[in-house]
């Protein structure tokens, strides 16, 4: 575990700096999942994540001589920025290199606050090995987004502030890539309070650090695939996964169209912009993935919200088809005048409103004078979908679903 008195000198460091973020009931998401559930908005820290409480710690607890050097960093996201802003606070260069595929916002995000910005390999680990070779022969020190202590102790600010709020709660729910920000809240909570259940959820498509933590050492993976970018890691760092294993209870996981739909949910529900990595606990919670907490006091952490523009109208998407809101059928008919306006008057009947509609009847999987109708409906739920379901069977329309 990381030392609480190094949290609690972290949090004396950073709290000038920092934002306290609000820790507040959130009601809808409290009735949906059966818990008392509290969340902690590290979405509106000041730079729109938790990573500027471990990139400030870090580069303070520098010496002179180490910041004359100057800093760098691989990052695509919430750590570059955090890295940026602290070593401009302090005066000092900082250097970023980040995946030749980061967005211009991202970049022009980490330029905003004076640092530069090297782009270099088709992924983070290629970002990563280039600027440890880059930055060791000129004598940089490397802030690593979560591999150190001096990183994970500022991280683990978070939990102080949650338990000054909120000293009785029964568990805290922390998403899980790295491990660097489980790790710090983990070991403060574990060291002030152990009957606190402590639990992380990572992304099914990024499961290096839940597989190494069910099998006791590290396993990475082959490959990562996921909307939640900020805890999209491949490789399982040991550092933090003994820090795991000595303080967090357990592990769970969720799927992208989990993260969407609770991305949705905040948006919606809570008023708040949630990026994927920040709504995975909203996630597990929201689609049960914890049932033993029912009835619990509960703390949930936001850890960021620092949303690719672009990337939103395909999370809402996704979103809204995993709450059975949107739904994509091609339905077969034969072709001939008055069959579409038949299968149209139907919807209307079912209250389904058709937002998009494409016809073909060239596929070469039909059969003479049949034709696919490709439709893309709004609908109001899982029981309003399964009665369009219904309905066109009984009206003996052959069907298919996208997924």
Not at 235 to 260: F, G, N, R
Not at 330 to 349: C, H, R, S
């Amino acid at each position: 575990m990381i030392d609480l008195q190094r949290i609690i000198e972290a949090k004396k460091r950073i709290e000038e700096v920092v934002v306290n973020t609000p820790f507040s009931y959130a009601p809808r998401l409290s009735e949906h999942s059966g818990c008392e559930i509290y969340l902690k908005k590290e979405n509106l820290q000041v730079t729109g994540a938790f990573k500027i409480r471990g990139a400030y710690n870090k580069i303070a607890s520098l010496t002179d001589e180490q910041r004359a050097c100057g800093v760098i960093a691989a990052s695509a996201g919430n750590h570059a920025q955090g890295v940026a802003m602290a070593a401009q606070m302090f005066g000092i260069n900082a250097l970023i290199v980040m995946p030749e595929s980061t967005p211009l916002t991202k970049i022009n995000g980490v330029r905003y606050y004076g640092a530069d910005v090297i782009l270099s390999g088709s992924n983070y680990d290629e970002a990563y090995a280039y600027a440890c070779s880059y930055g060791k022969e000129r004598g940089m020190v490397f802030v690593h987004p979560f591999a150190d202590e001096a990183v994970m102790a500022g991280q683990g600010t978070i939990a102080l502030e949650m338990l000054e709020a909120i000293p009785d709660l029964d568990a805290v729910v922390i998403p899980v890539g790295g491990g660097g920000l489980i790790s710090g809240v983990a070991s403060c909570i574990k060291q002030l309070n152990p009957t606190i259940e402590v639990i992380g959820v990572s992304a099914v498509g990024a499961p290096a650090m839940k597989e190494s933590f069910e099998a006791k050492k590290a396993i990475d993976s082959l490959s990562v695939r996921t909307i939640a970018d900020g805890i999209a890691v491949r490789d399982t760092s040991p550092i933090t996964l003994e820090h795991i294993l000595s303080s967090v209870d357990s592990m769970a996981s969720v799927d992208d169209e989990e993260i969407a739909n609770a991305i949705l949910f905040l948006l919606e529900r809570q008023k708040l912009v949630v990026e994927g990595a920040g709504a995975a606990g909203v996630a597990a919670m929201l689609h049960h993935r914890l049932p033993h907490l029912k009835g619990k006091k509960v703390g949930v952490i936001l850890s960021g919200g620092n949303m690719d523009v672009t990337l939103l109208s395909i999370i809402i998407e996704k979103g809204l088809k995993k709450s059975g809101r949107k739904m994509e059928l091609t339905v077969t008919l034969i072709d001939k005048p008055g069959a579409l306006m038949n299968l149209t008057n139907l919807f209307q009947e079912l209250n389904a409103n058709i937002v998009h509609i494409e016809y073909d009847r060239t596929a070469t999987s039909l059969a003479y004078g049949d034709a696919n109708v490709r439709i893309h409906l709004e609908t109001k739920g899982e029981e309003h979908q399964t009665q369009i379901r219904q309905t066109l069977h009984q009206h003996r329309y052959p069907l298919s679903e996208a997924e």
